[in-house]
T-cell receptor
Framework: GAVVSQHPSWVICKSGTSVKIECRSL??????MFWYRQFPKQSLMLMAT?????????EQGVEKDKFLINHASLTLSTLTVTSAHPEDSSFYIC??????????FGDGTRLSIL | AQSVSQHNHHVILSEAASLELGCNYS??????LFWYVQYPGQHLQLLLK??????LVKGIKGFEAEFIKSKFSFNLRKPSVQWSDTAEYFC????????????FGQGTELSVKP
């Protein structure tokens, strides 16, 4: 079945640094990719939707200057958390769609900011 | 605003017991409905989906769900659970004309005792 690879799976870094998370669709062309954030014991909250070659659409309350999303190709989207702080620590999950449902999810990235 | 509500936060069952997890959504228009499962340490996997047609849908691993439009519900069922069903279960709704955005419920943690 369709596979989405997310890298890294876990990252620990100091406050103030920027962290890049990659999301790749391995065997299909992802016209749309989604980035979610999941807090412990809570649901997935959509952060933004990105379509290949265009600017991402951010959900209300998500800072687009802090969470930079790039979807430069049909198989790769990146999320960069700029100047990360402890409150940005969370589990970030991407999903990808070729225009047909359902979306296929990556394994997620656990981000810990010290 | 659209929302998805899962009634049970944590369900504990013994093996062979029957399972029903509730899911209600708030939106009066056309929706697609999904149940996802997240096993410990793994990514989200699709259990089943409803797009149209027979409101009783069957998924993988013996799960089924029934869409009751009048109740805005999409409850997940399994006649006899196994220890291996221990996982987090998420109900999700896709609203038409919102670019494939999924709205997730808060999740239900299922623990099955051997």
């Amino acid at each position: 079945g369709a596979v989405v690879s997310q890298h890294p799976s876990w990252v620990i870094c100091k406050s103030g640094t920027s962290v890049k998370i990659e999301c790749r669709s391995l065997d299909f062309q992802a016209t749309t990719m989604f980035w979610y954030r999941q807090f412990p014991k809570q649901s997935l909250m959509l952060m933004a939707t990105s379509n290949e070659g265009s600017k991402a659409t951010y959900e209300q309350g998500v800072e687009k200057d802090k969470f930079l999303i790039n979807h430069a190709s049909l198989t790769l989207s990146t999320l960069t958390v700029t100047s990360a702080h402890p409150e940005d620590s969370s589990f970030y999950i991407c999903s990808a769609s070729d225009g047909y449902q359902p979306q296929h999810f990556g394994d997620g990235t656990r981000l810990s900011i010290l | 605003a659209q929302s998805v509500s899962q009634h049970n936060h944590h369900v504990i069952l013994s093996e062979a017991a029957s399972l029903e997890l509730g899911c209600n959504y708030s939106y009066g228009g056309t929706v697609n409905l999904f149940w996802y499962v997240q096993y410990p340490g793994q990514h989200l996997q699709l259990l089943l989906k409803y797009f149209s047609g027979d409101p009783l849908v069957k998924g993988i691993k013996g799960f089924e769900a029934e869409f009751i439009k009048s109740k805005f519900s999409f409850n997940l069922r399994k006649p006899s659970v196994q220890w291996s069903d221990t996982a987090e279960y998420f109900c999700a709704v896709l609203i038409y004309n919102q670019g494939g955005k999924l709205i997730f419920g808060q999740g239900t943690e299922l623990s099955v005792k051997p």
